[in-house]
């Protein structure tokens, strides 16, 4: 069963995986010394969320597994998120178009 998109984006050391691979794809080694604090298993366990989220890949090269971006999941993110941006810049205008016809208090003059 694939995990959801959004809890695996809810921790931010997953973000920051993802950050990470957002430049290019990255060795599990290499991955796991950008995060000294946490450990192998640690680490591993992140891996698998994104992997079974749908926001990473991996290729595996001999003893090696390479992760990458799979951006497919996060466009689904953006479509999710698109629904309310229009939401939020209507209420970010009336906010501003309120704060606009307020009057302004009047700053006292140094004495």
């Not at 995990?3 to 995986?17: C, G, I, W």
């Not at 796991?32 to 079974?52: C, D, N, T």
């Amino acid at each position: 069963m694939p995990r959801d998109v959004f809890s695996a984006l809810a921790d931010p050391t997953r973000r920051q995986v993802l950050d990470l691979l957002s430049r290019r794809e990255r060795a599990a080694g290499e991955l796991g010394r950008a995060f000294p604090h946490i450990s192998q298993p640690g680490m591993s366990r992140h891996l698998r969320v994104l992997r079974e989220a749908g926001l990473v890949r991996v290729r595996q090269v001999r003893r090696h597994r390479y992760y990458s971006l799979q951006t497919d999941r996060l466009a689904e993110v953006d479509a999710w998120i698109a629904k309310y941006r229009g939401f939020w810049a209507t209420e970010l205008d009336s906010l501003e178009a309120y704060l606009d016809a307020r009057p302004r208090p009047r700053k006292d003059r140094p004495r």
